[in-house]
């Protein structure tokens, strides 16, 4: 009982900051000013009396008067938005009709084409020296972050009652990101000056998400190396409307599901199965080490996830790690399809690729809420880790900031915002390689399952 209690009130708390701070990824209180009474009207069976009590003092504290709904405009950066096409090439806008389009779009910002002459090269050579160096000491205090954030979110999970169990859930789902993101920094040798130390450090930090270290640094490096370029980029790759033309009705709808639905924000769980464990992908010199990293998933699979259940049963392994490891993938997703996927970036053939407009033009910097880039390491920064991936995490805003001083009119930006994901959900299904542009899948004839996401999910930033 006493358990209980503590943990409705330390989830009274977070519910408040949650729906205080929510605005900083959605951008909501841009647009509405809600009273008490209409919290507490449209709220009452969302959320628990005493969360809902508590939240209606923090509003009363604020002193808006009683009955009044005052509707605010967005803080727009270019005026009102435009429907407009989107052009091959953005230099064939203004910088008014880009801003427009950005808007429209769900961006802050649409960058200039990079001109052809530009190499990654001329953009690393800008950046500051000490952005490359480590800090071994800040790369350790992240591990002991990450381990102190996930066990302090298992204990959550632990004391929670049923109904805030997904409140939980998302936060171990964060933390459980972070592990990934050191990994990651290792897979990159932005970890530690000892490679050695950084393939155990990544093997470890990977095991709890059954992914496979090695597999993942090869097929990774491939993308840095391959952004956006098609045909090769194994981190997101397009679909083409001839492939489509091979789906079966049963291959289609599943494709439409999953693909064209919010269901997209946890694709990387198919990423992870279908490019990671299949030795016959990996080189006979890469696969001692891809066995080594297999061997690694295989024993946490087989010998803490069996004690998990035997100690908390089916339930306890869902809860203390699916619900954390189905998190930690829709982070995985969110990030890659965000930082890789918009309407005016566009996947170009081998003979046309250019790395420096894949890596900066071409990769998104999004702002999330400040809980989710600290828990994440920053991994959100995403423009200078694909400029070079050797700049340590801590190093990314840094490098940004610098990016933004000497390219900043070439680059991409935005807020975590519901537009954007709207346009992902319903709009960039299918890529047109001559056109450079994507369609919905229901380009010929609107279908149900896209009509109601357009009618349902609001078109705001």
């Given amino acids: 009982m006493l358990r209980s209690l503590c943990a409705e009130r330390l989830f009274s708390w977070i519910a408040i900051i949650i729906l205080e701070r929510v605005s900083i990824g959605f ?31 923090k ?49 802050l910002k649409i960058g200039k084409e990079l001109p052809n002459d530009v190499s990654l090269n001329d953009i690393v ?26 066990s302090a979110s298992l204990y959550l999970i632990s004391i929670s009652p049923w109904y805030l169990l997904p409140f939980a859930w998302a936060v171990a789902g964060t933390a459980f990101t972070g592990f990934f993101v050191i990994g990651h920094d290792a897979g990159h040798r932005s970890f530690h000056a000892n490679n050695l130390v950084e393939d155990i450090v990544g093997t470890l930090m990977f095991a709890p998400l059954i992914y496979p270290f090695e597999p993942w640094r ?15 980029d194994t981190a997101w790759v397009p679909i083409k409307e001839e492939a489509m033309a091979g789906w079966s009705p049963a291959a289609a ?10 269901l997209k924000l946890w694709a990387s769980v198919g990423h992870w199965a279908i490019w990671h464990f299949d030795l016959k992908k990996y080189t006979e010199k890469q ?44 982070w995985m997703s969110t990030f890659t399809v ?23 033009s071409g990769t998104v910097h999004c702002d999330f809420p400040a809980w989710v880039e600290f828990l994440t390491h920053d991994i959100s920064v995403h423009v200078p880790h694909h400029v070079s991936s050797k700049i340590p995490w801590y190093n990314l805003r840094k490098a940004h900031a610098s990016l933004k001083e000497n390219w900043g009119e070439y680059m ?19 890529y047109e390689p001559k056109t450079a542009l994507y369609k919905p899948f229901d380009w010929k004839e609107e279908e149900p399952l896209f009509a109601v996401q357009r009618a349902v999910i609001p078109n705001m930033m």
């Fill in 27 to 57: 951008k909501i209180p841009s647009y509405y000013l809600l009273t008490t009474e209409h919290l507490h009207l449209d709220m009452a069976m969302a959320i628990p009396s005493k969360i809902g009590s508590l939240w209606v003092q």
């Fill in 59 to 107: 509003l009363q504290q604020r002193r808006v008067p009683a009955g009044v709904l005052a509707v605010q405009r967005p803080n727009q950066v270019c005026g009102a938005a435009a429907v407009m096409s989107i052009p091959t090439s953005i230099n064939e806008l203004s910088d008014e009709e880009r801003c427009k389009l950005a808007q429209d779009l769900g961006y």
């Fill in 125 to 150: 050579r800008t950046l500051p020296k000490e952005v490359f160096e480590l800090d071994h000491g800040r790369a350790w205090r992240a591990v002991l972050t990450s381990l102190a954030a996930m």
């Fill in 218 to 232: 090869i097929k990774h490096n491939h993308h840095h190396a391959h952004t956006n370029k098609l045909e090769e």
């Fill in 253 to 262: 709808a599943a494709f439409k599901f999953f693909l064209g639905t919010p």
């Fill in 287 to 330: 696969k001692p080490r891809v066995l080594i990293s297999l061997a690694a998933v295989a024993s946490f699979t087989l010998i803490v996830l069996p004690v998990l259940t035997y100690f908390t049963g089916f339930w306890g392994l869902v809860k203390y790690w699916l619900m954390p490891w189905l998190g930690y993938h829709f």
């Fill in 338 to 360: 965000i930082h890789h996927t918009a309407p005016h970036i566009p996947f170009k053939p081998a003979s046309e690729w250019n790395a420096a407009k894949a890596q900066l």
């Fill in 412 to 430: 991409c930006e935005c807020t975590f915002n519901l537009r954007m994901l709207r346009n992902i959900f319903t709009e960039l299904h299918v």
